[in-house]
């Protein structure tokens, strides 16, 4: 089936939305007992006892109560959701920042699990794993031939630390099946995508969520910045759903004064929480700058907001999501969760910048698309921001709520106005996908190659643009990437060099012509 490129913005939307239902949790849990009380005495219990005991059919009364509490949670608010079993335990593991595994980056291609890149210095890649090769077996279970869903795949791989596990694998470039006893261990799931140096004295930080191990990433990398004599800081907040407000909060501690307001919190009762930032900061007085985008949401606001409102740093980029509510996690018995919005969050000027959502779940992740047309990811004069929302900050400085942060210097998208589904394109995993397929008829192509030489190489021809164009017609994408053609060789590159050199590699690819980048950078301020 043709797939229709008009519906991408849905389909980011979509993944997005999924990545913010986290939201800003609050990691109190709260016991079963407080949702149980008086249960069995409400019209639901009852209404389940009638269909169990006289209704003239078997039915799974499991899957009516799941159809229920989506149902009523629906009629809340779009972060409110409930977490079934066989989803809880891969969200919780997300946001605990690590797991115990075999260490691969795989995807089904074709009939076989193929190897994209083992994790550096995990078990596979100790064992001599490489990119390319392909899953045969796992101990004796059959993997080729059976297009194997990702969560049974994750189940046949993941075991307890220490455990051993054989892989059978065929490696294409010997055309040998080859045997690897691994040692299962604990492979991090990193929040801190990179941190190094954009020039000799601005460091740059990447932030993709806030999981429970956010923080402590955060201050390795601060650390080894400083040491290295920086003067200014950047953080990429682009594309990061939020996660664990506290992390936001304690990330935000690094750059304020003792006594500063953060962030604050009210719930129905009008009970106000208030939290200020502590004697600890080991970055007060430098430089700051925090890059969002319309995908910048919750935590990530939190952090942005208390930056802005305290006249402490400078907002790049444009207006981020709008997310400000606070959801707590309650927990049922069959390994299920419901994750309740429990308060709204203030920034420190007393701003909720949370966007309406009277007109319903499906229209309030939409809005997006309302952006588009109206102009507002290309010039900040179409953001609609309403006067009776104004704020001030200490210094003066005129901030909006309502929803989502106002950036201090906006930045446009820098796919053409009308072109902007090449711009969600290049983030999907498509182009992901594409450069393994290339690499995988010949790997030998990119051998011995210095970096510098594979960016001459790549710099100098354009076959893979359009080998590229090719492959997303196949897949039934109907897209013409002429008008961004240099916007879509940066991806082809960096995802290259992330494939063949490592992570690191594709930041310096991606953000050499970056145009928020471009515009700290230039900055005289």
Not at 468 to 483: A, E, R, V, W
């Amino acid at each position: 089936m043709k797939f229709n490129s008009k519906y991408l913005p849905i389909v980011i939307g979509a993944t997005f939305a999924l990545g913010i239902v986290l939201g800003s949790l609050m990691n109190a849990p709260v016991e079963d007992s407080l949702l149980a009380k008086n249960y069995s005495k409400t019209k639901l219990n009852k209404l389940i006892d009638f269909i169990n005991n006289e209704y003239v059919d078997s039915v799974n009364t499991d899957s009516i109560v799941n159809l229920t509490v989506d149902n009523i949670l629906s009629k809340l608010d779009p972060h409110s959701v409930y977490i079934p079993p066989s989803e809880q335990a891969e969200v919780a593991e997300s946001m605990k920042g690590d797991f115990v595994g075999v260490g691969i980056n795989f995807y089904m291609y074709k009939d076989s699990v193929a190897i994209i890149k083992p994790v550096e210095d995990g078990p596979s890649a100790k064992a001599g794993i490489k990119s390319g090769d392909r899953i045969l077996y796992a101990g004796k279970t059959k993997l080729y031939g059976r297009k194997l869903p990702s969560d049974s795949l994750f189940s046949k791989l993941k075991g307890i630390k220490g455990s051993e596990i054989e892989l059978t694998v065929f490696r294409k470039s010997e055309q040998k099946k080859l045997k690897f006893k691994i040692k299962r261990d604990v492979i991090p799931l990193k929040s801190v995508d990179a941190s190094f140096l954009l020039d000799n004295k601005t460091g740059y930080i990447k932030i993709n969520r806030f999981a429970e191990t956010t923080y402590d990433e955060f201050k390795v990398g601060l650390k080894r910045l400083k040491q290295k004599g920086i003067q200014s800081l950047v953080i990429d907040l682009r594309d990061n759903g939020g996660g664990y407000m506290e992390e936001a909060i304690a990330i935000a501690d690094e750059f304020l004064k003792d006594r500063q307001l953060i962030v604050f919190t009210k719930n129905k009762n009008g009970t106000t929480e208030k939290t200020y930032a502590t004697k600890k900061g080991s970055f007060e007085t430098g430089k700051l700058t925090i890059l969002i985008n319309e995908n910048s949401a919750s935590a990530s606001e939190i952090l942005a907001g208390a930056i802005q409102d305290n006249d402490r740093g400078t907002i790049v980029g444009r207006r981020s999501f709008g997310k400000g509510l606070v959801q707590r996690e309650m927990d049922f018995n069959d390994g299920s969760a419901v994750r309740l919005t429990v308060a709204r969050y203030y920034t420190p000027t007393g701003r909720s910048i949370q966007k309406p959502y009277t007109k319903g779940n499906e229209e309030y992740f939409k809005e997006s698309e309302a952006r588009i047309k109206s102009g507002e990811l290309y010039a900040k004069d179409s953001i609609k921001v309403a006067d009776s929302l104004k704020f001030k900050t200490p210094k003066g400085k005129i901030v909006y709520g309502g929803g989502g942060i106002v950036p201090d210097v906006f930045v446009p998208m820098e796919a053409e106005h009308g072109n902007e589904n090449v711009a969600y394109l290049l983030q999907t995993g498509i182009v992901g996908h594409f450069i393994f397929e290339e690499l995988d008829k010949d790997r030998n192509a990119f051998a011995g190659l210095h970096f510098n030489e594979f960016l001459a190489k790549m710099k100098n021809s354009d076959t893979y643009f359009k080998k590229f164009q090719n492959y997303i017609f196949i897949t039934g994408l109907d897209l013409k990437l002429d008008k961004s053609k240099d916007l879509v060789n940066r991806y082809i590159t960096a995802e290259f060099a992330r494939q063949l050199y490592g992570e690191l590699y594709y930041y310096d690819v991606i953000l050499k012509e970056d145009a928020m980048i471009k515009t700290v950078l230039n900055s005289k301020e």
